[in-house]
């Protein structure tokens, strides 16, 4: 249903534009690139959910149409959501006594004992939390992940040194105490618009429908405060993911007019489906709805299929126009 309105307007999802998003959901998700690396039917699901939510976009957003001035103007109003924060790959040395955590720390400054060979110690102490130590994380992490004050230190440190004894808070009766090496570093880079061009000119169009959905609701804050609050929100769901993307926030507070589309779809009143593969399925459902002892029906490939049937799981959003930017929004999603 979603791709023959698509077609109907005269737009297509490419495989150039899957390929842009899976590689930008791959920056801000390391599962995807699990999914990558495994290939098969996980990253062709992957790929139909995506083109799914792009066509979808883009159906949202077929009546708009920005000036090349007010796409360029949007990149730079909003250029934070676009440039590459700087990012380190460290090394975690977990003690749950302080005592411990500074004899480490001396044996480090005095080099009696390697960073890695302190990991393995801690692998095999008695103790629950220096299990968890680590030589070096498999990803990299924005520094906005850490404190300022841990954020700070690993900015300053050279690659291969080592932080003092950190005393953090993880929601245990007891502190943590913990030594970071910064195993490796990138410095933050500004994006460049020719190279961004396409995503940014999507992110325009989805902008205005979201300023449209924080509208409607005298109750929303000023749209700037609204993204702001929806990025904090969403990455307050997937802390170790970094701040979301803007295509991420403007999709989440978009969840309204998508749900108000696909509903629109799934109750047309007559819609005639090209793909061939649908008028089999179709069949088999008036197979099995006809009553006893009738022959099942033939029909083409028309609207007899339960509408159910082609909602999009992702599309379980609460149709109602809640404000989209506090933190009362579902986190499910």
């Known amino acids: 249903l979603i791709f023959e309105n698509l ?97 480490m720390a001396r044996q480090l400054a005095q080099k009696t004992k390697t960073f890695e060979a302190l990991v393995e110690e801690q692998k095999k102490a008695n103790d629950p939390l220096a299990g968890q130590s680590t030589a070096a994380r498999e990803e990299f992490e924005t520094l906005s992940n850490f404190s300022p004050q841990i954020a700070a230190q690993l900015q300053k440190l050279p690659k291969g040194g080592t932080t003092g004894v950190q005393q953090i808070n993880v929601g245990l009766p007891t502190p943590v105490f913990v030594i970071f090496k910064k195993v490796d570093f990138q410095p933050a880079k500004k994006a460049d618009f020719t190279a961004l061009r396409p995503q940014v000119e999507m992110d325009y169009k989805l902008a205005q429908v979201a300023q449209k959905v924080v509208s409607e609701n005298p109750q929303n804050p000023p749209f700037t405060e609204t993204l702001q609050r929806t990025q904090q929100f969403l990455q307050s769901q997937n802390p170790s993911g970094g701040a979301p993307k803007l295509r991420d926030v403007l ?59 082609s909602a999009p799981a992702a599309n379980s959003a609460p149709a109602a126009n809640s404000a989209p930017a506090t933190n009362t929004a579902p986190a499910a999603q």
């Open 251 to 309: 999709t989440y507070i978009n969840q309204t007019p998508a749900a108000t589309l696909l509903t629109s779809l799934r109750t047309a009143g007559n819609v005639q489906i090209d793909d061939p593969a649908y008028a089999t399925i179709a069949q088999q459902y008036q197979a099995a709805a006809a009553p006893s002892g009738t022959p099942g029906a033939t029909g083409g490939a028309t609207n007899s299929a339960p509408a159910t049937n």
């Open 7 to 103: 077609k109907s307007k005269g737009l297509e999802v490419t495989d150039a534009e899957i390929d842009a998003d899976l590689a930008r959901r791959q920056e801000a998700d390391p599962r995807v690139a699990e999914i990558l690396k495994a290939g098969g039917a996980k990253l062709q699901a992957a790929r139909q959910q995506i083109k799914r939510e792009l066509a979808v976009q883009k159906i949202l957003t077929a009546e708009v149409k920005p000036t090349e001035a007010q796409v360029k103007e949007f990149f730079t109003k909003n250029a934070r959501f676009y440039d590459d924060p700087a990012k380190a790959k460290v090394g975690l040395l977990f003690a749950s006594t302080k005592a411990r955590a500074d004899l």
